[in-house]
């Protein structure tokens, strides 16, 4: 099965890959700026077909492909290359291509969530964020406290979209917590509230917490759709500040390798061929808004480093009313990118590390 697993993460990689680079094909064209090859794919070319001045490509290895516009790499005279367009036109197409990934994650969930018509939608009912009631002895219970009938809106300042979030800021809490819950139509803060877990007789080690279910209406999915998508966003710039701070270190990052195992045990440990669909799918979900966000990050060799160079060369352009050459930015791309191979072949070895216990 594993075979199964690693030819599932390579499409997922290589159509993630391929509809981001499709959003900067789309976008350029849109704004007029000349693309001189469009490929799915990487490597050797299989198929190639010239369609006006771009030629369309099948590339042997699935991995993703590339759009190659005139003037990204290096300065051009011809007045459609992409270093000739006004900055606002550049930065839609450095954009679009982290937006068709987003994009591509809030249709995944949607479909999941919403798509009633189709055997993979989810149609249990909504854990929803209220609390219903409280396990025997839970000490918090009073005005003072928690109620039942309280909804919890925000953890120590996050705000609080899904059931899932509660879980998530709890157990990122110290010794207290600060929470503000809805009550009564107002709301409520209740400062550092000592809610930890404890055994509790029949549950085992317990918040305490019962959470009110509702049977979910279009509008519900319409709207999980949406805080799936953001909560995602989140806990992306949550593990890069962890990633900062030292919380976590590269031994908790995971690349291809690592990606392989998740999705071979989201397959495996599903009770059905249909949940294991619905796993992967919210997998593939979570990594398409993901690599969004990650290739938003101002990093050489990624959109994001791109649009901050585009930032930089328009101050430097109100200072000198001259413009940065672009083989500048060709230097520092290849830099950045020399980095990026070197943080992935770190991270590959440590996935495979993993995967042998060490």
């Known amino acids: 099965m594993i075979i199964v697993y690693i030819l599932v993460a390579i499409l997922m990689f290589g159509i993630l890959i391929a509809v981001h680079e499709f959003g900067h094909f789309a976008a350029a064209k849109l704004l007029g700026v000349k693309v001189n090859e469009f490929a799915i794919g990487m490597g050797p070319r299989i198929l190639h077909r010239q369609k006006g001045e771009t030629e369309y490509t099948l590339r042997l290895f699935p991995i993703g492909g ?52 189709s055997p993979i939608a989810v149609t249990d009912t909504l854990t929803t964020t209220t609390i219903d009631r409280f396990m025997t ?53 209740l400062k550092d509230l000592p809610l930890q877990k404890q055994e509790y007789e029949g549950e085992g080690l317990r918040y305490g917490l019962y959470f009110a279910q509702k049977e979910a209406t279009l509008l519900d999915k319409l709207q999980l759709t949406w805080y799936n998508a953001i909560d995602t966003v989140r806990l992306v710039w949550v593990s890069l500040g962890d990633l900062v701070s030292g919380a976590v270190g590269i031994r908790d ?26 796993g992967i799918l919210y997998f ?10 990650m290739n938003l990050l101002p990093i050489p060799a990624l959109d994001g480093g791109q649009i901050l160079f585009l930032v930089v060369d328009k ?32 991270v590959a070895f440590s996935d495979v590390m993993k995967l042998f216990g060490k």
């Not at 999705?263 to 669909?277: H, K, Q, R, Y």
């Open 137 to 189: 002895g839970f000490p918090l219970e009073g005005e003072n406290g928690l109620l039942p009938g309280d909804r919890i809106v925000e953890v120590d300042g996050h705000a609080v979209y899904l059931r899932e979030d509660i879980d998530l800021f709890f157990s990122r809490a110290g010794a207290t917590m600060d929470l503000t819950v809805e009550r009564d139509g107002r709301r409520v803060e």
């Open 66 to 117: 590339f759009c190659a516009m005139e003037g990204e790499e290096e300065d051009s005279h011809d007045p459609r290359a992409f270093n000739n367009k006004p900055a606002w036109k550049r930065f839609i197409i450095l954009a679009a291509g982290a937006f068709m990934n987003f994009l591509t994650g809030v249709l995944i969930f949607f479909f999941l969530l919403v798509g009633s018509a």
């Open 253 to 278: 990052m995971s690349g291809p390798v690592g990606i392989v195992t998740m999705i071979s045990d989201v397959g495996t440990n599903a009770g059905s061929a249909l949940l294991a669909v619905r």
């Open 284 to 293: 593939v979900a979570f990594i398409a808004i993901n690599l969004a966000v």
């Open 315 to 346: 101050i430097y352009g109100l200072f000198t009313r001259k413009r940065i050459d672009q083989k500048y930015l060709g230097y520092i791309n290849g830099a950045g990118f020399i980095l990026l191979i070197g943080l992935m072949v770190v």
